[in-house]
Nanobody, 122 residues
């Protein structure tokens, strides 16, 4: 089972990026897929999660980020708009089967992809 996050890059504040998480060996639609980020010197933090028709966002990204899935391509995407310098970090996707109420805790995720770096300049 492998996950791969991609789509990161350097963007100016106010700009947009779309991240994608592709899976092999696992059907993403059967799992909760979460996005997490880690800024330099900080702990990993929850960004967003999706399973079936349910979506969840951290308060810091609500209204700016949109998570979606493409079952045909077995991918989950994170559209990030109105980016801020505080959004800078390594973004990783992961999967879990934990109950929905617990999916903001990274300890419940069993498979993680390599992260992709997002840098937002001011």
């Amino acid at each position: 089972v492998q996950l791969q996050a991609y789509g990161g890059g350097l963007v100016q504040a106010g700009g947009s990026l779309t991240l994608s998480c592709a899976a092999s060996g696992r059907t993403l639609s059967s799992y909760t897929v979460g996005w997490f980020r880690q800024a330099p010197g900080k702990e990993r933090e929850f960004v967003s999660a999706i399973k079936l028709g349910s979506k969840r966002y951290a308060d810091s990204v609500k209204g700016r980020f949109t998570i979606s899935k493409d079952n045909a391509k077995n991918t989950v995407s994170l559209q990030m708009n109105s980016l801020k310098p505080d959004d800078t970090g390594v973004y990783s996707c992961a999967t879990t089967k934990i109950v929905w109420s617990e999916n903001a805790n990274p300890k419940w995720y069993d498979v993680w992809g390599q992260g992709t770096l997002v840098t937002v300049s001011s």
